[in-house]
Protein backbone atom coordinates (compact mmCIF):
# COMPACT_ATOMS: atom_id res chain seq x y z
CA UNK A 1 0.00 0.00 0.00
CA UNK A 2 2.55 2.20 0.93
CA UNK A 3 4.76 1.40 -2.31
CA UNK A 4 1.45 2.53 -4.27
CA UNK A 5 1.28 6.21 -2.55
CA UNK A 6 4.73 7.05 -3.18
CA UNK A 7 4.09 6.65 -6.90
CA UNK A 8 0.95 8.61 -6.77
CA UNK A 9 3.17 11.56 -4.97
CA UNK A 10 5.98 11.10 -7.47
CA UNK A 11 3.84 11.26 -9.76
CA UNK A 12 2.02 14.57 -8.33
CA UNK A 13 5.18 16.11 -8.15
CA UNK A 14 6.17 15.16 -11.44
CA UNK A 15 3.74 16.35 -13.30
CA UNK A 16 3.31 19.78 -11.28
CA UNK A 17 7.25 20.44 -12.27
CA UNK A 18 6.40 19.29 -15.56
CA UNK A 19 3.57 22.20 -15.60
CA UNK A 20 5.70 24.55 -14.35
CA UNK A 21 8.16 23.99 -16.57
CA UNK A 22 6.02 24.18 -19.61
CA UNK A 23 4.56 27.24 -17.84
CA UNK A 24 8.16 28.59 -17.19
CA UNK A 25 8.85 28.12 -20.93
CA UNK A 26 5.45 29.85 -22.66
CA UNK A 27 6.19 32.75 -20.10
CA UNK A 28 9.67 33.19 -21.77
CA UNK A 29 7.86 33.16 -25.18
CA UNK A 30 5.23 36.58 -23.72
CA UNK A 31 2.60 36.52 -21.64
CA UNK A 32 0.02 33.82 -21.47
CA UNK A 33 -3.50 35.07 -22.37
CA UNK A 34 -5.76 34.46 -19.77
CA UNK A 35 -9.01 35.99 -21.49
CA UNK A 36 -11.35 33.24 -19.25
CA UNK A 37 -10.29 35.22 -15.85
CA UNK A 38 -11.40 38.55 -16.99
CA UNK A 39 -14.97 39.26 -15.41
CA UNK A 40 -13.32 37.66 -12.54
CA UNK A 41 -10.23 40.47 -12.61
CA UNK A 42 -12.74 43.23 -13.29
CA UNK A 43 -15.23 42.06 -10.29
CA UNK A 44 -12.11 41.92 -7.93
CA UNK A 45 -10.74 45.73 -9.24
CA UNK A 46 -14.12 47.39 -9.37
CA UNK A 47 -16.03 48.89 -6.22
CA UNK A 48 -18.31 46.33 -3.94
CA UNK A 49 -20.33 49.51 -3.40
CA UNK A 50 -21.01 50.05 -7.07
CA UNK A 51 -19.40 53.64 -6.93
CA UNK A 52 -17.17 52.69 -10.11
CA UNK A 53 -16.26 49.34 -12.06
CA UNK A 54 -13.14 48.88 -14.20
CA UNK A 55 -13.13 46.77 -17.43
CA UNK A 56 -9.94 45.30 -18.87
CA UNK A 57 -9.05 44.86 -22.57
CA UNK A 58 -7.18 41.89 -22.10
CA UNK A 59 -5.93 39.78 -19.22
CA UNK A 60 -2.69 37.68 -19.33
CA UNK A 61 0.15 35.80 -16.96
CA UNK A 62 3.28 37.30 -17.49
CA UNK A 63 6.66 37.26 -15.95
CA UNK A 64 7.88 40.20 -13.56
CA UNK A 65 11.83 39.90 -14.71
CA UNK A 66 13.00 42.45 -12.19
CA UNK A 67 10.45 41.06 -9.39
CA UNK A 68 11.15 37.63 -10.65
CA UNK A 69 7.84 36.21 -10.09
CA UNK A 70 5.00 35.74 -12.30
CA UNK A 71 1.73 38.32 -11.98
CA UNK A 72 -1.68 38.95 -14.10
CA UNK A 73 -1.39 41.88 -16.63
CA UNK A 74 -4.54 43.77 -18.21
CA UNK A 75 -4.30 45.77 -20.36
CA UNK A 76 -6.76 48.89 -21.74
CA UNK A 77 -8.15 50.01 -18.19
CA UNK A 78 -10.92 51.63 -17.87
CA UNK A 79 -12.62 53.34 -14.80
CA UNK A 80 -16.06 53.82 -15.19
CA UNK A 81 -18.31 55.90 -13.05
CA UNK A 82 -21.92 54.86 -11.74
CA UNK A 83 -23.86 56.54 -14.69
CA UNK A 84 -21.64 54.81 -17.31
CA UNK A 85 -19.17 57.35 -17.96
CA UNK A 86 -15.68 56.86 -18.15
CA UNK A 87 -13.84 58.95 -15.78
CA UNK A 88 -9.86 57.27 -16.16
CA UNK A 89 -8.17 55.35 -19.18
CA UNK A 90 -5.02 53.91 -17.91
CA UNK A 91 -2.90 51.59 -20.06
CA UNK A 92 -2.02 48.41 -18.28
CA UNK A 93 -1.72 47.26 -14.75
CA UNK A 94 0.19 44.62 -13.35
CA UNK A 95 -1.93 42.38 -10.62
CA UNK A 96 -0.21 40.48 -7.84
CA UNK A 97 -2.99 38.28 -5.79
CA UNK A 98 -2.75 36.38 -2.56
CA UNK A 99 -1.01 33.09 -2.31
CA UNK A 100 -3.19 30.26 -2.87
CA UNK A 101 -6.99 32.44 -3.19
CA UNK A 102 -6.83 31.26 -6.24
CA UNK A 103 -5.94 27.50 -6.01
CA UNK A 104 -7.56 27.01 -3.03
CA UNK A 105 -11.20 29.07 -2.81
CA UNK A 106 -11.02 30.13 -6.74
CA UNK A 107 -10.74 33.86 -6.11
CA UNK A 108 -9.09 36.74 -6.63
CA UNK A 109 -7.72 38.38 -4.37
CA UNK A 110 -5.52 41.48 -5.51
CA UNK A 111 -2.43 42.51 -2.99
CA UNK A 112 -0.57 44.31 -4.96
CA UNK A 113 -1.79 46.68 -8.00
CA UNK A 114 0.86 48.41 -10.16
CA UNK A 115 -0.42 51.01 -12.93
CA UNK A 116 2.08 51.61 -15.71
CA UNK A 117 2.04 54.83 -17.59
CA UNK A 118 -0.90 56.24 -15.79
CA UNK A 119 -2.47 59.85 -16.66
CA UNK A 120 -5.22 60.57 -14.03
CA UNK A 121 -6.53 63.75 -14.21
CA UNK A 122 -8.58 65.31 -10.52
CA UNK A 123 -11.23 67.59 -10.88
CA UNK A 124 -11.66 70.06 -7.95
CA UNK A 125 -15.55 71.01 -7.81
CA UNK A 126 -16.52 74.41 -7.09
CA UNK A 127 -17.50 73.20 -3.17
CA UNK A 128 -13.73 72.00 -2.71
CA UNK A 129 -14.42 68.23 -2.97
CA UNK A 130 -12.10 66.49 -5.37
CA UNK A 131 -13.16 63.69 -8.26
CA UNK A 132 -11.52 61.41 -10.43
CA UNK A 133 -12.35 62.68 -13.80
CA UNK A 134 -10.91 62.85 -17.66
CA UNK A 135 -8.80 65.84 -18.89
CA UNK A 136 -10.95 67.88 -20.99
CA UNK A 137 -14.44 66.10 -20.09
CA UNK A 138 -17.46 68.16 -19.59
CA UNK A 139 -17.97 69.31 -15.82
CA UNK A 140 -21.05 66.80 -15.50
CA UNK A 141 -21.54 64.84 -12.54
CA UNK A 142 -21.86 61.67 -13.93
CA UNK A 143 -18.86 61.64 -15.60
CA UNK A 144 -16.58 62.04 -11.99
CA UNK A 145 -16.31 59.09 -9.26
CA UNK A 146 -16.02 61.15 -5.74
CA UNK A 147 -12.69 60.30 -4.91
CA UNK A 148 -12.88 60.04 -1.03
CA UNK A 149 -15.65 57.32 -1.60
CA UNK A 150 -12.83 55.31 -3.68
CA UNK A 151 -10.23 56.00 -0.80
CA UNK A 152 -12.94 54.79 1.89
CA UNK A 153 -13.15 51.80 -0.71
CA UNK A 154 -10.17 50.74 -0.68
CA UNK A 155 -10.24 50.93 3.23
CA UNK A 156 -13.14 48.78 3.53
CA UNK A 157 -11.83 46.40 1.51
CA UNK A 158 -8.55 45.99 3.43
CA UNK A 159 -10.84 45.19 6.44
CA UNK A 160 -12.33 42.03 4.88
CA UNK A 161 -9.72 40.89 2.41
CA UNK A 162 -6.19 41.08 2.53
CA UNK A 163 -5.01 44.60 2.17
CA UNK A 164 -3.33 45.92 -1.21
CA UNK A 165 -0.99 47.93 -2.18
CA UNK A 166 -1.44 50.25 -4.61
CA UNK A 167 1.31 52.02 -7.06
CA UNK A 168 2.40 53.62 -9.66
CA UNK A 169 5.34 54.53 -11.30
CA UNK A 170 6.30 57.53 -13.68
CA UNK A 171 2.57 58.87 -13.67
CA UNK A 172 1.30 62.13 -14.54
CA UNK A 173 -1.59 63.60 -12.07
CA UNK A 174 -3.31 66.78 -13.36
CA UNK A 175 -5.69 68.65 -10.40
CA UNK A 176 -7.73 71.22 -12.43
CA UNK A 177 -10.40 73.32 -11.21
CA UNK A 178 -14.03 72.55 -12.68
CA UNK A 179 -15.23 76.21 -12.82
CA UNK A 180 -11.93 77.70 -13.26
CA UNK A 181 -8.93 77.79 -15.17
CA UNK A 182 -6.72 77.26 -12.04
CA UNK A 183 -5.01 73.78 -12.37
CA UNK A 184 -1.07 71.83 -11.34
CA UNK A 185 0.64 69.09 -12.55
CA UNK A 186 2.60 66.40 -10.85
CA UNK A 187 4.63 64.40 -13.56
CA UNK A 188 7.21 61.37 -12.97
CA UNK A 189 5.41 60.74 -10.21
CA UNK A 190 6.01 57.65 -7.88
CA UNK A 191 3.40 56.75 -6.14
CA UNK A 192 2.11 54.18 -3.31
CA UNK A 193 -0.99 54.01 -1.35
CA UNK A 194 -1.00 51.19 1.48
CA UNK A 195 -4.79 51.01 2.70
CA UNK A 196 -5.91 49.45 6.00
CA UNK A 197 -8.65 49.13 8.07
CA UNK A 198 -8.67 52.43 10.02
CA UNK A 199 -8.09 54.19 6.20
CA UNK A 200 -5.08 54.83 3.73
CA UNK A 201 -1.39 55.94 3.78
CA UNK A 202 0.72 57.50 0.63
CA UNK A 203 3.82 58.08 -0.49
CA UNK A 204 4.67 60.89 -3.45
CA UNK A 205 7.55 62.20 -5.36
CA UNK A 206 8.16 64.05 -8.38
CA UNK A 207 7.81 67.22 -10.00
CA UNK A 208 5.39 69.48 -9.42
CA UNK A 209 4.49 71.79 -12.25
CA UNK A 210 2.43 74.94 -11.76
CA UNK A 211 2.18 77.73 -14.12
CA UNK A 212 5.83 78.16 -15.33
CA UNK A 213 7.12 76.83 -12.36
CA UNK A 214 8.45 73.43 -12.04
CA UNK A 215 9.71 71.61 -8.40
CA UNK A 216 10.95 68.34 -7.31
CA UNK A 217 8.58 67.47 -4.21
CA UNK A 218 8.66 64.37 -2.02
CA UNK A 219 5.92 63.57 0.62
CA UNK A 220 3.60 61.54 2.99
CA UNK A 221 0.33 61.44 3.31
CA UNK A 222 -2.60 59.70 6.12
CA UNK A 223 -6.01 59.60 5.73
CA UNK A 224 -8.52 57.93 8.37
CA UNK A 225 -12.09 56.69 7.74
CA UNK A 226 -14.56 58.77 8.78
CA UNK A 227 -12.28 62.34 9.01
CA UNK A 228 -12.95 65.44 6.82
CA UNK A 229 -8.84 66.05 7.82
CA UNK A 230 -6.00 64.36 6.44
CA UNK A 231 -2.38 64.75 7.22
CA UNK A 232 0.39 65.64 4.48
CA UNK A 233 4.30 65.54 4.72
CA UNK A 234 5.95 67.38 2.15
CA UNK A 235 9.51 68.13 1.36
CA UNK A 236 10.69 70.13 -1.60
CA UNK A 237 13.49 71.55 -2.55
CA UNK A 238 14.18 74.86 -5.10
CA UNK A 239 10.71 76.12 -4.12
CA UNK A 240 9.89 79.61 -5.85
CA UNK A 241 7.85 81.57 -3.66
CA UNK A 242 5.51 83.16 -6.55
CA UNK A 243 4.05 79.75 -7.27
CA UNK A 244 1.90 79.88 -3.68
CA UNK A 245 -0.50 82.54 -5.05
CA UNK A 246 -0.72 79.88 -8.10
CA UNK A 247 -1.75 77.31 -6.28
CA UNK A 248 -5.65 76.46 -5.74
CA UNK A 249 -5.09 76.44 -2.37
CA UNK A 250 -6.84 79.36 -0.96
CA UNK A 251 -10.42 80.54 -0.63
CA UNK A 252 -11.54 82.27 -4.93
CA UNK A 253 -13.39 85.02 -2.68
CA UNK A 254 -9.87 85.47 -0.47
CA UNK A 255 -6.79 84.45 -2.55
CA UNK A 256 -3.39 84.33 -0.92
CA UNK A 257 -2.65 86.66 1.80
CA UNK A 258 -0.67 89.58 1.35
CA UNK A 259 2.35 87.50 3.68
CA UNK A 260 2.48 84.80 1.60
CA UNK A 261 4.49 87.05 -1.67
CA UNK A 262 7.17 88.46 1.47
CA UNK A 263 9.71 85.92 -0.29
CA UNK A 264 11.35 86.42 -3.26
CA UNK A 265 14.58 83.32 -3.01
CA UNK A 266 14.60 79.71 -3.97
CA UNK A 267 13.25 77.37 -1.09
CA UNK A 268 14.11 73.82 0.25
CA UNK A 269 12.24 72.84 3.01
CA UNK A 270 9.95 70.52 4.37
CA UNK A 271 5.86 71.04 5.60
CA UNK A 272 3.71 68.63 7.74
CA UNK A 273 -0.22 69.73 6.83
CA UNK A 274 -3.21 69.01 8.01
CA UNK A 275 -5.30 69.10 4.76
CA UNK A 276 -9.75 69.00 4.74
CA UNK A 277 -11.63 67.59 2.22
CA UNK A 278 -10.98 70.14 -0.42
CA UNK A 279 -7.24 69.47 0.04
CA UNK A 280 -6.58 73.48 1.48
CA UNK A 281 -4.56 73.74 3.93
CA UNK A 282 -5.78 74.16 7.52
CA UNK A 283 -2.73 73.59 9.83
CA UNK A 284 0.66 73.82 8.54
CA UNK A 285 4.01 73.14 10.99
CA UNK A 286 6.83 73.44 8.93
CA UNK A 287 10.30 74.37 7.99
CA UNK A 288 12.25 76.77 5.03
CA UNK A 289 15.81 77.21 3.89
CA UNK A 290 16.39 79.84 1.78
CA UNK A 291 19.09 80.92 -0.77
CA UNK A 292 20.15 84.38 -1.84
CA UNK A 293 17.15 87.09 -2.78
CA UNK A 294 15.04 89.79 -1.36
CA UNK A 295 12.73 89.80 1.56
CA UNK A 296 9.16 92.05 1.39
CA UNK A 297 8.49 93.44 4.41
CA UNK A 298 4.63 94.17 4.66
CA UNK A 299 3.40 97.39 3.86
CA UNK A 300 6.24 97.92 2.22
CA UNK A 301 7.36 100.42 4.79
CA UNK A 302 10.96 99.72 4.35
CA UNK A 303 12.57 98.80 0.37
CA UNK A 304 13.01 94.61 -0.06
CA UNK A 305 16.00 93.54 1.98
CA UNK A 306 18.69 91.38 0.61
CA UNK A 307 19.64 88.20 2.05
CA UNK A 308 21.89 85.89 1.85
CA UNK A 309 20.31 83.10 3.74
CA UNK A 310 17.15 82.84 4.99
CA UNK A 311 16.25 80.04 7.58
CA UNK A 312 12.17 79.59 9.20
CA UNK A 313 10.59 77.71 11.49
CA UNK A 314 6.89 77.84 12.48
CA UNK A 315 3.43 77.62 12.34
CA UNK A 316 0.65 78.21 10.19
CA UNK A 317 -3.35 78.26 11.23
CA UNK A 318 -5.14 79.07 8.01
CA UNK A 319 -8.33 78.53 9.65
CA UNK A 320 -7.52 81.13 12.43
CA UNK A 321 -5.54 83.27 10.09
CA UNK A 322 -2.45 83.08 12.25
CA UNK A 323 1.08 82.72 11.41
CA UNK A 324 3.42 82.25 14.85
CA UNK A 325 7.45 82.18 13.42
CA UNK A 326 9.04 80.61 16.18
CA UNK A 327 12.23 81.06 14.17
CA UNK A 328 13.29 83.22 11.01
CA UNK A 329 17.28 84.08 10.79
CA UNK A 330 18.43 86.20 7.97
CA UNK A 331 21.96 86.58 6.87
CA UNK A 332 22.66 89.72 4.86
CA UNK A 333 26.68 88.93 4.28
CA UNK A 334 28.27 89.93 8.45
CA UNK A 335 24.65 90.83 9.40
CA UNK A 336 22.95 88.53 10.94
CA UNK A 337 18.94 88.82 12.17
CA UNK A 338 16.74 87.10 14.33
CA UNK A 339 12.68 87.02 14.76
CA UNK A 340 10.27 85.52 16.29
CA UNK A 341 6.37 86.68 16.46
CA UNK A 342 3.11 86.08 15.81
CA UNK A 343 1.34 87.52 12.21
CA UNK A 344 -2.41 87.40 12.06
CA UNK A 345 -4.96 89.00 9.03
CA UNK A 346 -8.54 89.30 8.81
CA UNK A 347 -10.69 88.46 5.65
CA UNK A 348 -10.86 92.11 4.90
CA UNK A 349 -7.11 91.87 4.70
CA UNK A 350 -6.22 93.74 7.70
CA UNK A 351 -2.84 92.66 9.38
CA UNK A 352 -1.30 92.76 12.45
CA UNK A 353 2.16 91.80 13.69
CA UNK A 354 3.69 91.36 17.06
CA UNK A 355 8.09 90.57 16.84
CA UNK A 356 10.79 90.32 18.63
CA UNK A 357 13.70 90.92 16.64
CA UNK A 358 17.65 90.21 17.38
CA UNK A 359 20.73 91.15 15.09
CA UNK A 360 24.64 91.36 15.59
CA UNK A 361 27.06 93.51 13.51
CA UNK A 362 24.53 95.65 12.23
CA UNK A 363 26.06 98.66 10.56
CA UNK A 364 24.19 101.74 11.18
CA UNK A 365 24.26 102.80 7.55
CA UNK A 366 21.36 100.52 6.88
CA UNK A 367 19.01 102.05 9.45
CA UNK A 368 18.36 105.17 6.80
CA UNK A 369 17.04 101.92 4.84
CA UNK A 370 15.13 100.06 7.34
CA UNK A 371 13.88 102.65 10.03
CA UNK A 372 10.36 103.51 8.82
CA UNK A 373 10.20 106.72 8.43
CA UNK A 374 6.84 107.20 10.15
CA UNK A 375 8.54 105.62 13.74
CA UNK A 376 9.38 107.78 16.23
CA UNK A 377 10.19 110.27 13.20
CA UNK A 378 11.94 113.12 15.49
CA UNK A 379 14.38 110.76 16.69
CA UNK A 380 14.77 108.94 13.28
CA UNK A 381 15.54 112.27 11.58
CA UNK A 382 18.27 113.36 14.42
CA UNK A 383 19.55 110.19 14.43
CA UNK A 384 19.91 109.45 10.47
CA UNK A 385 21.12 113.25 9.89
CA UNK A 386 23.57 113.55 12.49
CA UNK A 387 25.15 109.65 12.69
CA UNK A 388 28.34 108.80 11.11
CA UNK A 389 29.53 105.28 10.50
CA UNK A 390 29.03 103.04 13.07
CA UNK A 391 27.98 99.31 14.29
CA UNK A 392 25.68 97.52 15.92
CA UNK A 393 27.30 94.72 17.57
CA UNK A 394 24.53 93.03 19.39
CA UNK A 395 20.72 94.80 18.97
CA UNK A 396 17.36 93.62 20.30
CA UNK A 397 13.85 95.29 19.54
CA UNK A 398 10.04 94.64 20.12
CA UNK A 399 7.80 96.33 18.04
CA UNK A 400 3.77 96.05 16.58
CA UNK A 401 2.71 96.47 12.84
CA UNK A 402 -0.36 97.13 12.03
CA UNK A 403 -1.91 97.54 8.40
CA UNK A 404 -5.17 98.94 7.71
CA UNK A 405 -7.46 97.04 5.83
CA UNK A 406 -8.79 99.33 2.99
CA UNK A 407 -6.55 102.31 3.17
CA UNK A 408 -3.53 99.89 3.55
CA UNK A 409 -2.49 102.45 5.86
CA UNK A 410 0.91 101.15 7.87
CA UNK A 411 1.41 101.79 11.32
CA UNK A 412 4.73 100.98 13.48
CA UNK A 413 5.20 100.95 17.28
CA UNK A 414 8.50 99.88 18.99
CA UNK A 415 7.74 99.03 22.05
CA UNK A 416 11.12 98.45 23.78
CA UNK A 417 14.48 97.54 22.51
CA UNK A 418 18.49 97.49 23.49
CA UNK A 419 21.66 97.72 21.81
CA UNK A 420 25.33 98.01 21.90
CA UNK A 421 27.41 99.98 19.05
CA UNK A 422 30.26 100.42 18.38
CA UNK A 423 32.76 102.94 16.04
CA UNK A 424 29.97 105.40 16.09
CA UNK A 425 30.35 109.08 14.86
CA UNK A 426 27.85 111.24 15.52
CA UNK A 427 27.89 115.10 14.17
CA UNK A 428 25.41 117.44 16.33
CA UNK A 429 26.27 120.60 14.99
CA UNK A 430 28.37 121.64 11.89
CA UNK A 431 30.33 124.17 14.15
CA UNK A 432 31.21 121.66 16.63
CA UNK A 433 33.75 119.09 16.42
CA UNK A 434 31.92 115.94 16.18
CA UNK A 435 31.66 112.94 18.25
CA UNK A 436 33.83 110.00 16.69
CA UNK A 437 34.57 106.21 17.92
CA UNK A 438 32.01 105.99 20.62
CA UNK A 439 31.24 102.66 21.73
CA UNK A 440 28.37 102.01 24.35
CA UNK A 441 24.68 101.01 24.86
CA UNK A 442 21.11 102.36 23.39
CA UNK A 443 18.03 101.74 25.02
CA UNK A 444 14.00 102.19 24.36
CA UNK A 445 11.30 102.12 26.82
CA UNK A 446 8.21 104.08 27.70
CA UNK A 447 10.29 107.44 27.91
CA UNK A 448 12.44 107.20 24.82
CA UNK A 449 15.38 106.73 23.58
CA UNK A 450 18.44 106.34 26.30
CA UNK A 451 22.26 106.78 24.74
CA UNK A 452 25.04 105.71 27.06
CA UNK A 453 28.49 106.02 25.64
CA UNK A 454 31.82 104.36 27.22
CA UNK A 455 34.42 105.90 24.96
CA UNK A 456 35.05 107.91 22.33
CA UNK A 457 36.55 111.50 21.14
CA UNK A 458 34.89 115.04 20.59
CA UNK A 459 37.23 116.61 18.17
CA UNK A 460 40.96 115.92 20.02
CA UNK A 461 39.10 115.34 23.42
CA UNK A 462 38.28 112.34 25.14
CA UNK A 463 35.08 111.45 25.87
CA UNK A 464 34.73 109.42 28.76
CA UNK A 465 31.06 108.58 29.34
CA UNK A 466 27.93 110.16 27.95
CA UNK A 467 24.35 109.81 28.12
CA UNK A 468 21.79 111.22 26.15
CA UNK A 469 17.80 111.28 26.35
CA UNK A 470 15.59 111.48 23.13
CA UNK A 471 12.30 111.34 24.39
CA UNK A 472 9.39 110.11 22.06
CA UNK A 473 7.10 112.24 20.11
CA UNK A 474 4.24 111.10 22.84
CA UNK A 475 6.21 112.07 25.69
CA UNK A 476 4.55 115.29 27.52
CA UNK A 477 7.27 118.15 27.94
CA UNK A 478 10.66 115.66 27.38
CA UNK A 479 13.12 117.62 25.76
CA UNK A 480 16.34 115.81 24.24
CA UNK A 481 19.49 115.92 26.50
CA UNK A 482 23.02 114.99 26.12
CA UNK A 483 25.08 115.28 28.42
CA UNK A 484 29.39 114.25 28.44
CA UNK A 485 31.69 113.55 30.71
CA UNK A 486 35.43 114.74 28.60
CA UNK A 487 38.82 115.21 29.71
CA UNK A 488 41.98 116.77 27.88
CA UNK A 489 44.17 118.71 26.59
CA UNK A 490 42.71 122.80 27.93
CA UNK A 491 43.92 124.38 24.92
CA UNK A 492 41.73 121.73 22.94
CA UNK A 493 39.39 121.96 25.22
CA UNK A 494 39.02 126.25 25.10
CA UNK A 495 39.16 126.01 21.32
CA UNK A 496 36.02 123.70 21.19
CA UNK A 497 33.68 125.73 23.49
CA UNK A 498 35.11 129.19 22.13
CA UNK A 499 33.75 128.36 18.83
CA UNK A 500 30.43 130.00 17.35
CA UNK A 501 27.74 130.14 18.74
CA UNK A 502 29.23 130.08 22.56
CA UNK A 503 32.42 132.11 22.17
CA UNK A 504 32.93 131.23 26.26
CA UNK A 505 36.72 131.56 25.97
CA UNK A 506 36.44 134.98 24.74
CA UNK A 507 34.30 136.08 27.29
CA UNK A 508 36.64 135.40 30.08
CA UNK A 509 39.18 136.79 28.45
CA UNK A 510 41.07 133.52 26.96
CA UNK A 511 43.14 133.04 24.29
CA UNK A 512 43.45 129.04 24.18
CA UNK A 513 46.48 128.74 22.04
CA UNK A 514 47.88 130.39 25.09
CA UNK A 515 46.76 128.07 27.73
CA UNK A 516 48.77 124.97 29.07
CA UNK A 517 46.90 122.68 31.25
CA UNK A 518 44.69 119.53 31.79
CA UNK A 519 40.77 119.78 31.67
CA UNK A 520 37.86 117.94 33.35
CA UNK A 521 34.60 118.66 32.26
CA UNK A 522 30.76 117.67 32.25
CA UNK A 523 28.98 119.22 29.57
CA UNK A 524 25.11 119.02 28.85
CA UNK A 525 24.02 119.87 25.27
CA UNK A 526 19.79 120.35 24.40
CA UNK A 527 17.76 122.37 22.50
CA UNK A 528 17.63 126.14 23.45
CA UNK A 529 15.03 128.14 25.12
CA UNK A 530 12.42 129.11 23.15
CA UNK A 531 12.93 132.41 21.53
CA UNK A 532 16.72 131.85 21.74
CA UNK A 533 19.03 132.65 18.33
CA UNK A 534 20.90 129.04 19.62
CA UNK A 535 20.96 126.33 17.76
CA UNK A 536 21.93 124.20 20.73
CA UNK A 537 22.35 125.63 24.50
CA UNK A 538 25.01 124.20 26.20
CA UNK A 539 25.80 124.32 29.71
CA UNK A 540 28.11 122.36 32.39
CA UNK A 541 30.86 122.55 34.77
CA UNK A 542 34.77 122.56 34.02
CA UNK A 543 37.85 121.99 36.31
CA UNK A 544 41.15 123.22 34.87
CA UNK A 545 44.43 122.02 36.64
CA UNK A 546 48.31 122.31 36.22
CA UNK A 547 47.71 125.91 34.00
CA UNK A 548 49.98 127.33 32.57
CA UNK A 549 49.50 130.73 31.10
CA UNK A 550 51.04 133.94 30.52
CA UNK A 551 48.00 135.08 28.64
CA UNK A 552 45.80 136.40 31.85
CA UNK A 553 46.42 138.88 35.06
CA UNK A 554 47.82 141.34 32.23
CA UNK A 555 50.28 139.60 30.88
CA UNK A 556 51.76 137.73 34.62
CA UNK A 557 52.43 134.80 34.33
CA UNK A 558 50.32 131.74 36.04
CA UNK A 559 51.68 128.22 37.01
CA UNK A 560 50.03 125.30 38.36
CA UNK A 561 46.77 127.05 37.97
CA UNK A 562 43.36 125.14 39.36
CA UNK A 563 40.05 126.30 37.63
CA UNK A 564 36.69 125.58 38.86
CA UNK A 565 33.91 126.73 36.18
CA UNK A 566 30.31 126.47 35.68
CA UNK A 567 28.07 128.01 32.98
CA UNK A 568 24.95 128.34 31.53
CA UNK A 569 23.87 129.96 28.34
CA UNK A 570 24.36 133.75 29.90
CA UNK A 571 25.77 132.88 32.56
CA UNK A 572 29.07 131.77 34.12
CA UNK A 573 30.82 131.59 37.52
CA UNK A 574 34.35 130.51 38.27
CA UNK A 575 36.51 130.04 41.44
CA UNK A 576 40.15 130.82 40.59
CA UNK A 577 43.16 129.54 42.50
CA UNK A 578 47.13 129.71 41.13
CA UNK A 579 49.98 131.50 41.89
CA UNK A 580 52.38 133.75 39.86
CA UNK A 581 55.87 132.60 38.44
CA UNK A 582 57.88 134.88 40.70
CA UNK A 583 56.14 134.03 43.58
CA UNK A 584 57.75 132.34 46.06
Not at 394 to 419: F, M, N, P, W
Request: hydrophobic content about 45%; cysteine-free; glycine content about 10%.
Amino acid sequence: MSRWLIRIVIFLVGSAALLVIGLAALLVRGPIDLDFLRPTMERALSSPEGAFRVELATVALAWDAEERQTEIRGTGVRVIGGEGQTVVEIPAVDVRLARGALLLRWRIVPVDIDFRDARVTIVRAPDGTFDLGMAGATTTESNHVDLRTVIDGLARRAATEAPVRLSAHGAEIAIVGQDSADSWRLTGADLMLRPDAHGVDADLAGQLEVAAHRVPIRGTARYRVGSDRGTVTLGFRRLLPEIVGDLPLWDDDEGPPDWATALHMPLDGALVMTLDSGLRPRLVHGRLRGAAGTVRVLGDIVPPIEVTDLRLRGRLDVANRRLDAQQLALDLGSTHLHAAGGLSWTEDGAIALEATTAGEQFPLELLDHWWPPSAAPAVRRWVVDSRRGGIFTTAELELDLRIEAVTRRTSLRLRRGKARFDRVGMEYDERLPPVTDANGSVALDDRGWTIRADRGRVGAIELAGATGLFPLDDARGARPRFTAALRGSLREALAIVDREPFGYARALGVTPDAMKGFLTARLTIEPPAQGSSLAVALSGDAHMTQVATDAVLGGAPVRDGDVKLTFEPGRKEDDNEGRNAGDE
